[in-house]
Nanobody, 122 residues
Framework: QVQLVESGGGLVQAGGSLRLSCAAS????????MGWYRQGPGKQRELVAV???????TYADSVKGRFTISRDGAKNTVYLQMISLRPEDTAVYYC????????????????WGQGTQVTVSS
């Protein structure tokens, strides 16, 4: 079974920084891409940033220039460096692993982490 474990959330003042980490564990052969989504109070879950296995990145317009996604393929870990945080960034941040192929399997699947709370105070 594949598990995603997030860490790094917390409470920060506006203008501050946080770094989220997400490590995928299990009998993993390959992962196509990893990313971060968030769900704010009363809002739908939205994409924040994704990175493919070749390093291509996509960001939501609202975080461009402030957030940076990176990945350590050898560790199956994805990071989200967040700077210049705003109160509207307050949300539960979820890690997503896309196209995960487990060893001995022939079909890939997507997995989600449990989420980590990020709260930005004004």
């Amino acid at each position: 079974q594949v598990q995603l474990v997030e860490s790094g959330g917390g409470l920060v003042q506006a203008g501050g920084s946080l770094r989220l980490s997400c490590a995928a564990s299990g009998s993993i052969f390959s992962i196509n891409g990893m990313g971060w989504y968030r769900q704010g109070p009363g809002k739908q879950r939205e994409l924040v940033a994704v990175i493919t296995n070749v390093g291509s990145t996509t960001y939501a317009d609202s975080v461009k220039g402030r957030f940076t996604i990176s990945r350590d393929g050898a560790k199956n870990t994805v990071y989200l460096q967040m700077i210049s945080l705003r109160p509207e960034d307050t949300a539960v941040y979820y890690c997503n692993a896309m196209g995960v192929l487990q060893k001995g399997h022939f079909k890939s699947a997507d997995y989600w982490g449990q989420g980590t709370q990020v709260t930005v105070s004004s």
